[in-house]
T-cell receptor, first 116, second 115 residues
Framework: AQKVTQAQTEISVVEKEDVTLDCVYETRDTTYYLFWYKQPPSGELVFLIR??????QNEISGRYSWNFQKSTSSFNFTITASQVVDSAVYFCALRNLQGGSEKLVFGKGTKLTVNP | NAGVTQTPKFQVLKTGQSMTLQCAQD?????MSWYRQDPGMGLRLIHY???????DQGEVPNGYNVSRSTTEDFPLRLLSAAPSQTSVYFCASRRRGGGKRVEAFFGQGTRLTVV
């Protein structure tokens, strides 16, 4: 079974605070990809990052960073010095590659509100 | 490139009506999918296609039909709309293969209300 859990339903921070969005996944496959997507109030889905199961290197892109730990099945997302424009719903997602599955399994999302 | 284009953006249907949500992509992607997004539920896969003429069911296929006659288009048909189908629908496409190709490109979404 595949499952993605984003335990934080809503988070509210003040601008310039750091914030971490948690993502825990379950899969029996050894080959899989993890993703983060951003959904701003306008509604579109914006791809942020892809990480495969063989690459546990953390990644930093500007104010964004991701921490992938297979030992805890987690793929957490940190925004440093948050800004109002970061306000959005953030989704973590999982795609297994074994068996030819096309299914992208999403978490329920975390709504982040950054207040000025 | 326009990417993934969905039409219409908004639609209101009466219970029992049928309609087709359109999805087109101009990236020559082999794989296309339809998801629905409901409050507090994330996105769930309805149907997908791995190439022209090939479709398969996802997690929540009941009440929907799809076909894929061309690489570019993947319409989603609601046969007899029900209030439970009120949702935001997203179409996605990607290239076949691993690595960077696993990244899905999403359309802007269609907000459907069934009354």
């Amino acid at each position: 079974a595949q499952k993605v859990t984003q335990a934080q339903t809503e988070i509210s921070v003040v601008e310039k605070e750091d914030v971490t969005l948690d993502c825990v996944y379950e899969t029996r496959d050894t080959t899989y990809y993890l993703f983060w997507y951003k959904q701003p109030p306008s509604g579109e889905l914006v791809f942020l990052i892809r990480r495969n199961s063989f690459d546990e290197q953390n990644e930093i892109s500007g104010r964004y960073s991701w921490n992938f730990q297979k030992s805890t099945s987690s793929f957490n997302f940190t925004i440093t010095a948050s800004q109002v424009v970061d306000s959005a719903v953030y989704f973590c997602a999982l795609r297994n590659l074994q068996g030819g599955s096309e299914k992208l399994v999403f978490g329920k999302g975390t709504k982040l509100t950054v207040n000025p | 490139n326009a990417g993934v284009t969905q039409t219409p953006k908004f639609q209101v249907l009466k219970t029992g009506q049928s309609m087709t949500l359109q999805c087109a992509q101009d990236m020559n992607h082999e794989y296309m999918s339809w998801y629905r997004q409901d409050p507090g539920m994330g996105l769930r896969l309805i149907h997908y296609s791995v190439g022209a003429g090939i479709t398969d069911q996802g997690e929540v296929p009941n009440g929907y039909n799809v076909s894929r006659s061309t690489t570019e288009d993947f319409p989603l048909r609601l046969l007899s709309a029900a209030p439970s189908q009120t949702s935001v629908y997203f179409c996605a496409s990607r290239r076949r293969g691993g690595g960077k190709r696993v990244e899905a490109f999403f359309g802007q979404g269609t907000r459907l209300t069934v009354v």
